[in-house]
């Protein structure tokens, strides 16, 4: 039985054909630099006080009439109280002097009963300004982010399954015009409420695009090409979107004005439709073998080469449509041991990833006052890191790649606790290089997920997955949080689970210059490590089809 990549071998791996698939699938993911890292701007806190306007006072007493607190040995006005208006006026109107005739200490505070004066220095206006969330409303700013990344975190587990039911194409086209449309929409929220149910179905199509373009991609394309895309196109595709973001941010600085500008480019991907193809290894799975075939075709005549009269004639195909009528979901990913086992591990591996990615990447955004610039460092550094995890993936076996990266990952974060505070550029050159290694590694997943399972399960795996990851980028906040408490904490619990992790990577199957499993069968066969904690007690059983009678 001959293997579908080599069934397709007569069209090459970089005609025509596979550089429109690769440069527009890469274009499609441009979006989700966009919306992962939005939000630093969108909820960014301007510096603000008390607004005090419309009444009669002395210009002394105008500029005492906010008290001044001392925030990290620095002097600031208050943020959320005054002296009581009704008293100033009083004082301002008998010719009294603030500091000299009058303690300010002995007055009488209240809050900001008139709304709040925001700065205009770095931003014109956010989320924070436009609806107040400070003060007694401060809540509601972290609450913002959490809810976006539930809507991610849900979009990655359902986009998944439809995936593997409907296709990789419509569940991309159908991602890019949510983005879209609620994006824009967010333009028009007339309340926080509204905004955060816009923006929460927003949510749901961010990374949804993401896993179906990036197993599109690892489905059409072959050899080279394939870890190419698979590592460095989709994430050089995320990164220029991210780079773009505070360059746009630093021109349009009001939050409606940014979010318009982010979601009218993605119409430019509509004629898109007509260049892509659905993926012929999914057509082949579900039985659909003229379709596949179709493209095929289409394939040989843009790469000007000839197609043999029957393509798929020794490829497995009737294998495939024997399984074409069932529809497998999350719940096959758990059936039996070998799959079960990967997956969990595969889940925790990339948790660990995601968490230390974006702990590191907000921790990071506060390294510079500017945040303009410092979103921009934070993106910069990513391209050399998909840069290493695209050799890595080249020339190093897929399981020894993902241990490397965790334990290099590891020892910087384990190392910063021990610099002394005068050496902050040591520190951040520690945390630039945990960064380095963890985006890398992360990098490296993607394609050993998708690389990993046959491809009927091959969209549902990378979605759970991916699911279980954005979990990691839910709690990234609070975990930086606990430096509350001692400074080096989120470092050390960082550093302590990409250790785990990569002891768990060690009981992964090996992917590397091995063709995509199309079947279940296939799957079992690979060579693994056998992971005595979860096989233990475990009886042998047969490898049957996930169909079969238990």
């Known amino acids: 039985m001959k293997d579908y990549a080599e069934t397709i071998g007569f069209l090459g791996q970089w005609g025509r054909f596979q550089q429109i698939v690769f440069f527009s699938l890469v274009a499609t993911i441009m979006p989700n630099g966009f919306g992962a890292f939005t939000l630093v701007f969108l909820t960014d806190t301007p510096s603000h006080h008390c607004l005090v306007s419309g009444i009669n006072l002395t210009e002394d007493w105008r500029k005492s009439v906010i008290p001044i607190r001392e925030v990290d040995g620095k002097r600031e006005l208050s943020r959320c109280s005054r002296y009581r208006l009704d008293v100033v006026r009083n004082l301002s109107a008998q010719g009294y002097i603030p500091g000299m005739d009058v303690n300010l200490t002995d007055l009488e505070e209240e809050g900001c009963v008139d709304g709040w004066s925001y700065s205009k220095d770095i931003y014109e206006s956010t989320i924070v300004s436009e609806f107040d969330l400070v003060c007694s409303n401060q809540w509601k700013q972290p609450l913002t982010s959490t809810v976006f990344f ?28 949510l983005q879209t449309v609620f994006t824009f929409a967010q333009v ?25 373009a990036l197993v599109l991609g690892s489905e059409v394309l072959t050899g080279k090409v394939r870890v190419l895309y698979s590592s460095l196109g989709t ?3 995320f990164a220029i979107g991210y780079m773009i973001l505070p360059l746009l941010a630093y021109f349009l600085r009001d939050w409606k004005s940014l979010s318009l500008a982010l979601s009218l480019p993605c119409v430019a991907y509509i004629p898109f439709w007509w260049l892509m193809p659905e993926s012929p290894r999914w057509l082949l799975s579900q039985g659909r073998v003229e379709e596949a075939e179709a493209i095929i075709r289409t ?18 195909t009737e294998k495939m449509q024997t399984h074409s009528k069932e529809h497998y979901n999350v719940f096959d990913l758990l059936r039996q041991s070998s799959i079960r086992a990967t997956t969990l591990i595969l889940c925790f591996v990339l948790f ?28 910069v550094v990513e391209i050399p890191a998909y840069i290493s995890s695209w050799l ?17 990952g590891a020892v910087p974060l384990y190392l910063i606790q021990l610099v002394p505070d005068d050496l902050s550029n040591l520190s951040l050159v520690l945390e630039m290089l945990g960064k380095y290694s963890i985006t890398t ?37 609070l975990l930086l949080s606990l430096g509350m408490y001692y400074k080096y904490l989120p470092h050390i619990i960082l550093g302590t ?24 069968e296939q799957m079992h066969r690979r060579e693994r490590m056998e992971c005595p904690c979860l096989t233990r007690s475990m009886t042998p059983v047969p490898v049957v089809p996930l169909d079969s009678p238990l």
Request: with cysteine; hydrophobic share 50%; proline share 5%.
């Open 299 to 316: 394939a040989a005549k843009w790469n000007k080469v000839q197609a043999p009269r029957i393509i798929f004639e020794d490829c497995g």
């Open 441 to 477: 590694g992360s990098s490296l997943m993607f394609a050993y997920t998708a690389e990993l399972y046959p491809t009927v399960l091959r969209n549902t795996a990378t979605g759970i997955s991916n699911t279980v990851s954005r979990i990691g980028s839910c709690i990234a906040p």
């Open 392 to 408: 890595a993936l080249l020339y190093l076996p897929r399981r020894l790649s993902v241990i490397l990266t965790l334990v290099f």
């Open 235 to 237: 994430c050089l595709g």
């Open 352 to 379: 660990t990833m995601i968490v230390g990615y974006y702990s590191l990447s907000f921790n990071t955004a506060q390294l510079h006052e500017n945040p303009y610039i410092s979103c921009f460092i934070s993106a």
């Open 188 to 212: 028009f929220s007339g309340s926080w409420i509204m905004f955060l149910i816009i923006l929460f179905i927003n949510g749901l199509g961010q990374m949804s695009n993401f896993v179906a």
């Open 497 to 520: 689970l990409a250790v785990v992790a990569a002891f768990a990577a060690l009981f992964l199957p090996e992917s590397f210059k091995k063709p995509l499993p199309e079947t279940i």
């Open 150 to 177: 539930v809507g991610v975190l849900l979009g990655s587990f359902f986009s998944g399954q439809l995936s593997d039911r409907y296709g990789r194409k419509p569940v991309l086209f159908a991602a890019l015009a």
